[in-house]
């Protein structure tokens, strides 16, 4: 699917101007990465840390989504499309199906450098992006867009926002018999990142079942996430939800 085909979310489709960016903010950028990356390179996913190096982010410069989108599109067919902001359901579904990742141009402020309460572009690509050029994990963020994007029933899709929650934004995995981070969420907050890596939040292995029961909470750090064992986990998780969907099980 092109862009041009991409009806719902036509409207918020926007260009990255990144001749405006200034040095404060790519300051910012280099300061957010300064805080995360070293903890990464120890607890991350071997596949968030390929992904960095894969798509050139860079440690002191915001990134040129184009580049990234050139250096992603021939691995996987994803691309960072740069959008206005906050995506409706289905526009965002829209675009996940099209393997198109709306990303935010915004940077937030040397004052909000922990927490904003709408993603950047330092969560939409410095958390997200990276993950996009494992191919498993490409397959299943495309798969949960087109089903997404044919549900109608609100209680539906909070189940599914759960399996999202619970792996896009808030996924672990074993490797190596440690426990590391992938999800967007963690990779992109130190605090909640080191909330799992001290300790304070109970893991769990990955269940369908226990996932699609277990509300989100954005008010605070977690105290239940759940790990994978590999991403085909995800994938299958995605097959077998899908299919409780279409018998009016889930």
Request: hydrophobic letters at 40%; charged letters at 25%.
């Amino acid at each position: 699917m092109q862009t041009e085909m991409l009806s719902a979310a036509a409207p918020y489709l926007i260009e990255q101007d990144y001749a405006a960016y200034t040095d404060e903010q790519h300051s910012v950028w280099a300061e957010l990465v300064g805080r995360v990356l070293p903890e990464l390179e120890r607890h991350a996913a071997q596949e968030y840390l390929d992904g960095f190096e894969i798509i050139g982010l860079k440690r002191d410069r915001l990134p040129k989504l184009a580049a990234v989108s050139d250096r992603l599109e021939p691995r996987t067919g994803w691309n960072s499309t740069p959008v206005s902001g906050f995506l409706p359901a289905p526009a965002f579904f829209e675009m996940l199906a099209a393997r198109r990742f709306p990303t935010t141009t915004w940077l937030r402020s040397q004052e909000s450098l922990e927490y904003t309460p709408e993603p950047d572009i330092f969560h939409d690509v410095f958390g997200h992006v990276p993950m996009h050029a494992h191919r498993v994990f490409a397959g299943f963020l495309e798969h949960y867009g087109r089903v997404c994007a044919a549900i109608d029933d609100s209680g539906v899709l909070e189940k599914l926002g759960r399996l999202f929650w619970y792996t896009v934004e808030f996924g672990l995995i074993r490797q190596r018999n440690q426990i590391k981070v992938y999800g967007s969420g963690l990779i992109s907050s130190h605090g909640e990142c080191m909330n799992v890596v001290d300790g304070h939040c109970a893991v769990r292995d990955f269940s369908l079942d226990e996932v699609l029961e277990t509300p989100v909470k954005v008010d605070e750090l977690h105290k239940l996430l759940f790990a994978v064992s590999s991403f085909d986990q995800v994938y299958e998780a995605m097959h077998e939800t899908e299919q409780r969907v279409e018998h009016g099980s889930l």
